[in-house]
């Protein structure tokens, strides 16, 4: 089996082509409104360029697009962030951008391989992440894909 591939998608490397969608899905307020993005910002041109090119140079990431197995469709990006490997750790980021994709399990079958990469090929002792306590749909997908909720950040944003 390929290492970036799963049952539902595979994983490739970032590529400029995949802007125009990642722009268009940081525009949509129902996609901002569980990442935390201030949707009273629109996200520009610039701005997403300059984290593409951030990303494509990062030297403690990994920044993945999500395509389909059935039709290469682009549907999505993850990352694998702020990797220490002094505390052989790492923060996880998830984004299904087109919504008829979302609660199919696409993004849990992209969340396992990302994970199957940090632990058997980054040697990761542990990767984290933060979510919206109502986003009640990520967080059973993130238990299902293995990750245990460790605290609350009270009145945080």
Request: some cysteine.
């Amino acid at each position: 089996m390929n290492l970036f591939e799963g049952e539902l998608v595979r994983l490739t490397h970032l590529q400029r082509d995949d802007l125009p969608a990642f722009k268009r899905w940081f525009r949509d307020y129902e996609v901002q409104r569980w990442l935390g993005v201030d949707p009273v910002v629109p996200l520009t041109d610039e701005a997403e360029e300059a984290w593409y090119e951030q990303a494509s140079r990062s030297k403690d990431a990994f920044h993945f697009s999500i395509r389909t197995l059935a039709d290469d469709r682009l549907i999505g990006n993850c990352s694998l962030f702020g990797i220490s490997q002094k505390n052989r750790s790492a923060e996880f980021g998830i984004v299904i951008g087109e919504k008829e994709y979302w609660g199919r399990g696409y993004g849990s079958d992209a969340t396992r391989i990302v994970l199957r990469f940090a632990f058997d090929e980054v040697n990761l002792n542990r990767v984290y992440l933060w979510v919206f306590s109502f986003n009640r749909r990520a967080i059973r997908a993130y238990e299902k894909c293995g990750f245990v909720h460790e605290g609350t950040a009270r009145q945080t944003i």
